[in-house]
Nanobody, 117 residues
């Protein structure tokens, strides 16, 4: 059974940093692009950052320059380093495998990031 587990969220003041972790059981992440998504209250889930199996990255406009996605294929993990956090970054963050720009695994529980002003 495939399971994605996100962790590392919490409450942080604006300007602070958090590092989110994504672990997968029952599925190897190493051969696929992996994305970090977020869903703020009352909004649709959006892609924040993604990393290809080769390590190439791209980011949403809101994440550029502040967030960094990385992966360790040997550990089957992906991370999202978030710096200079803003209240508008408050959301539940999720990771997922991405194929043809579509997340393909069942969503995990996510990890809540709350940024206070």
């Amino acid at each position: 059974q495939v399971q994605l587990v996100e962790s590392g969220g919490g409450l942080v003041q604006a300007g602070g940093s958090l590092r989110l972790s994504c672990a997968a059981s029952g599925s190897r992440l190493s051969l696929n692009t992996v994305g970090w998504y977020r869903q703020a209250p009352g909004k649709q889930r959006e892609l924040v950052a993604r990393v290809t199996s080769a390590g190439n990255t791209d980011y949403s406009d809101s994440a550029k320059g502040r967030f960094a996605i990385s992966r360790d294929n040997a550990k089957n993990m992906v991370w999202l380093q978030m710096n200079s956090l803003k209240p508008e970054d408050t959301a539940v963050y999720y990771c997922n495998k991405v194929v043809m720009n579509v997340p393909i695994l069942p969503w995990g529980q996510g990890t809540l990031v709350t940024v206070s002003s």
